[in-house]
């Protein structure tokens, strides 16, 4: 049972060069989540997903772009890199979107933009 | 809005040592409450939770108890190891469908042998 997978996990771009950040899950969960994780800010919500088909915003959603056409899989992509992106990004999963639901996290990607 | 605040880090003890990480939080209604650790190099992973006032959440000898007189969550463990060494994490569930997780900023843990 493999979890949240997150691909790659070093990623060095340049001002202006876009990609897209990978998580698939297979724990069949229908809440996905991005974070970014930068030092002393603790962990900000980039974008959600309560299900296939399903996207929100969540406190820092500028500059990203998701999108989740499966229940597995919830990509996040930037548009145009800015070195303010530098960051470790994390993706998350849950079975439900509410109450005591737990998170189960990726590994992390870390992002340098230059 | 809600909110969490954990105290500041970074914390160093000697291994044996007794932990306290102080964790306090604003919110509206009944949230539930969370304790997540990260080890070096690694992604988040619950450590424990409480989902009700009073309940105490324990794990790996690490325990909190959810104060819904003071609004604090604080973490306690009674003899720390140096595979204790992480950054801990307090968070909030507001209890709504469709509500993220409010995360505190995280408290480094450093142990010495």
């Known amino acids: 049972n493999a979890g949240v997978t997150q691909t790659p996990k070093f990623q060095v771009l340049k001002t202006g060069q876009s990609m897209t950040l990978q998580c698939a899950q297979d724990?069949?969960?229908?809440?996905m989540s991005w974070y970014r994780q930068d030092p002393g800010m603790g962990l900000r919500l980039i974008h959600y997903?309560?299900?296939?088909?399903?996207?929100d915003q969540g406190e820092v959603p500028n500059g990203y772009n998701v999108s989740r056409s499966t229940t597995e899989d919830f990509p996040l992509r930037l548009l145009s890199a800015a070195p303010s992106q530098t960051s470790v990004y994390f993706c998350?999963?849950?079975?439900?979107?509410?109450?005591?639901?737990?998170?189960?996290f990726g590994a992390g990607s870390r992002l340098t933009v230059l | 809005g809600d909110s969490v605040t954990q105290m500041e880090g970074p914390v160093t003890l000697s291994e044996e040592a007794f932990l306290t990480i102080n964790c306090t939080y604003t919110?509206?209604?009944?949230?539930?409450l969370f304790w997540y650790v990260q080890y070096p190099g690694e992604g988040l992973q619950l450590l424990l939770k409480?989902?009700?006032?009073?309940d105490k959440g324990s794990n790996k000898g690490f325990e909190a108890t959810y104060r819904k007189e003071t609004t604090s969550f604080h973490l306690e463990k009674g003899s720390v190891q140096v595979s204790d060494s992480a950054v801990y994490f307090c968070?909030?569930?507001?209890?709504?469908?469709?509500?993220?997780?409010?995360f505190g900023k995280g408290t480094t843990l450093s142990v010495s042998s």
């Open positions: 409480a989902t009700k006032a009073d």
């Open positions: 919110a509206t209604g009944y949230p539930s």
């Open positions: 997903s309560v299900g296939a088909g399903i996207t």
């Open positions: 968070a909030l569930s507001p209890n709504q469908a469709g509500t993220a997780l409010i």
């Open positions: 998350a999963s849950s079975a439900g979107y509410s109450g005591a639901n737990v998170l189960t």
């Open positions: 724990m069949n969960h229908e809440y």
